[in-house]
């Protein structure tokens, strides 16, 4: 089986709209939490979230193609831009036929939706006039097309949608791909942008979302008694997996290798998760199996952790029962505490956050914590607060998915 590594790297994010500016912030504990300003939520039950800072992407895109895309498409073509400039991949000398695009978004093109077919269904005309982009604007699928035709990827190209799991779905389908021999390089990642009235109603009115209009900054507090539910993040997170040997023989730097891949369900509720975390167990377990690891290798956890009273639960209990005593000695966090829950993509965010604890040395933290939960084992290392130093070989990412989806990666430092 082929082995499969990262050599590329884009990220657009509340605390970072750069690959290293949101390195920057999680190693720094940033919050990227604020009173929203995209429209005026007075009236909202939730007034907050975390929403990206400076970002115009008529400053990195064509004008025309920003009227044609929907947010969570622009936010693609950025981090893809930015990923494969940082690969050094030049699309002249690979076989184009053999590079392909795998990108997940959980809701698509939410606020196309929203605009076009409110502005639509409002029409006093007899035969309401739709926007003529309006399909390719809002379908999930078009990310990946827009982001194979800007390359001339004519490789596989779809999209993954398992809500929160979705990114993470398309990691690993791309890493079992490249296995496979299938290809040798993958854009793959996700984007998504659910700031809108329409998401923050919607999850509010499920009341999944935290209320503490106060001081949003601290709102996303995972593993805290106080929490209350998380905090919507927007943006994308994107990784160049590439087969080893051709990455080799083009002289890229390489910064991590996928060892490990796990994907389960939960098969229990809609929205709530497994109460002792069973789907969570098993993924974790089969991911280190794939990558024939033992617990004793872990050396890192990133959670999906979102900062719901039910979810920090299950899955410390999950941690727990996969690793044994094994889980002390491990570091783990939750780095949507700064960045919110960016939903389908979160997971390519969180290996972004594992990529640079294993190239830095130092776990980006979970902030906010400020009281014991005492149904969270107050054994175990959540790094809370401040970034701790450690050396990293492995680290593991978890992301799970309303529809109980569950999802884990494993990464390991390279070492030819």
Same mark, same amino acid.
């Given at each position: 089986m082929k082995r499969v590594v990262i050599t590329g790297i884009g990220a657009l994010t509340p605390i970072g709209n750069t690959a290293e500016a949101f390195k920057a912030g999680l190693l720094a504990g940033k919050s990227g939490a604020n009173i929203i300003t995209r429209f005026d939520a007075t009236h909202f039950r939730t007034k907050f979230a975390c929403e990206l800072k400076d970002f115009v992407a008529a400053d990195i895109l064509d004008r025309r !193609? $920003?009227?044609? &895309?929907?947010? /969570?498409?622009?936010?693609? &073509? $950025? $981090?893809? #831009? !930015? #990923? &494969? *400039?940082?690969s050094g991949i030049d699309v002249e000398r690979i076989d184009l036929d053999r590079a392909g695009v795998i990108w997940g978004s959980g809701i698509g093109g939410f606020e196309t939706i929203e605009n076009d077919i409110t502005e639509a269904a409002l029409s006093t005309s007899e035969t309401p006039r739709y926007n003529p982009f309006l399909i390719p604007k809002l379908i999930a699928d078009i990310a990946p097309g827009q982001i194979s035709i800007k390359y001339g990827f004519r490789g596989l190209n779809y999209a993954t949608v398992s809500a929160c799991a979705s990114s993470t779905h398309a990691l690993i389908n791309a890493c079992d791909y490249i296995r496979l021999g299938r290809a040798d390089v993958i854009i793959a990642g996700g984007s998504e942008a659910a700031v809108?009235? #329409? =998401?923050? =109603? *919607? /999850? @509010? @009115? &499920?009341? #999944?979302? @935290?209320?503490?209009?106060?001081?949003?900054e601290t709102a996303s507090r995972p593993f805290d008694k106080e929490r209350d539910g998380f905090v919507l993040g927007e943006g994308g997170g994107c990784l160049i997996l590439e087969e080893l040997e051709h990455a080799k023989a083009r002289g890229a730097k390489i910064y991590a290798e996928v060892v490990g891949v796990g994907m389960t369900a939960d098969a229990h509720h809609i929205t709530a998760p497994h109460p002792e975390g069973l789907g969570a167990r098993n993924v974790m377990k089969q991911a280190l199996q794939d990558a024939g690891l033992n617990v004793e290798d872990v050396d890192y956890v990133n959670v999906h952790g979102t900062s719901t009273p039910l979810g920090d639960i299950a899955e410390t209990k999950a941690i727990r029962s996969v690793f044994g005593d094994k889980a002390y000695d491990l570091n783990v966090s939750s780095t949507k505490s700064m960045t919110g829950h960016l939903l389908g993509a979160a997971g390519a965010i969180e290996a972004l956050a594992c990529v640079y604890a294993i190239q830095e040395g130092v776990i980006p933290p979970t902030i906010n914590h400020h009281t014991q939960d005492p149904d969270i084992d107050p054994k175990l290392n959540l790094t809370l607060n401040a970034a701790q130093e450690r050396d990293v070989n492995v680290a593991l990412s978890n992301t799970f998915g309303f529809g109980g989806h569950n999802a884990t990666v494993v990464l390991s430092k390279y070492k030819g």
């Amino acid at each position: 089986m082929k082995r499969v590594v990262i050599t590329g790297i884009g990220a657009l994010t509340p605390i970072g709209n750069t690959a290293e500016a949101f390195k920057a912030g999680l190693l720094a504990g940033k919050s990227g939490a604020n009173i929203i300003t995209r429209f005026d939520a007075t009236h909202f039950r939730t007034k907050f979230a975390c929403e990206l800072k400076d970002f115009v992407a008529a400053d990195i895109l064509d004008r025309r !193609e $920003v009227r044609r &895309m929907d947010p /969570f498409t622009q936010y693609a &073509m $950025v $981090v893809a #831009a !930015e #990923a &494969m *400039g940082d690969s050094g991949i030049d699309v002249e000398r690979i076989d184009l036929d053999r590079a392909g695009v795998i990108w997940g978004s959980g809701i698509g093109g939410f606020e196309t939706i929203e605009n076009d077919i409110t502005e639509a269904a409002l029409s006093t005309s007899e035969t309401p006039r739709y926007n003529p982009f309006l399909i390719p604007k809002l379908i999930a699928d078009i990310a990946p097309g827009q982001i194979s035709i800007k390359y001339g990827f004519r490789g596989l190209n779809y999209a993954t949608v398992s809500a929160c799991a979705s990114s993470t779905h398309a990691l690993i389908n791309a890493c079992d791909y490249i296995r496979l021999g299938r290809a040798d390089v993958i854009i793959a990642g996700g984007s998504e942008a659910a700031v809108t009235k #329409a =998401g923050m =109603g *919607g /999850f @509010s @009115s &499920m009341k #999944a979302l @935290s209320t503490r209009n106060d001081t949003p900054e601290t709102a996303s507090r995972p593993f805290d008694k106080e929490r209350d539910g998380f905090v919507l993040g927007e943006g994308g997170g994107c990784l160049i997996l590439e087969e080893l040997e051709h990455a080799k023989a083009r002289g890229a730097k390489i910064y991590a290798e996928v060892v490990g891949v796990g994907m389960t369900a939960d098969a229990h509720h809609i929205t709530a998760p497994h109460p002792e975390g069973l789907g969570a167990r098993n993924v974790m377990k089969q991911a280190l199996q794939d990558a024939g690891l033992n617990v004793e290798d872990v050396d890192y956890v990133n959670v999906h952790g979102t900062s719901t009273p039910l979810g920090d639960i299950a899955e410390t209990k999950a941690i727990r029962s996969v690793f044994g005593d094994k889980a002390y000695d491990l570091n783990v966090s939750s780095t949507k505490s700064m960045t919110g829950h960016l939903l389908g993509a979160a997971g390519a965010i969180e290996a972004l956050a594992c990529v640079y604890a294993i190239q830095e040395g130092v776990i980006p933290p979970t902030i906010n914590h400020h009281t014991q939960d005492p149904d969270i084992d107050p054994k175990l290392n959540l790094t809370l607060n401040a970034a701790q130093e450690r050396d990293v070989n492995v680290a593991l990412s978890n992301t799970f998915g309303f529809g109980g989806h569950n999802a884990t990666v494993v990464l390991s430092k390279y070492k030819g």
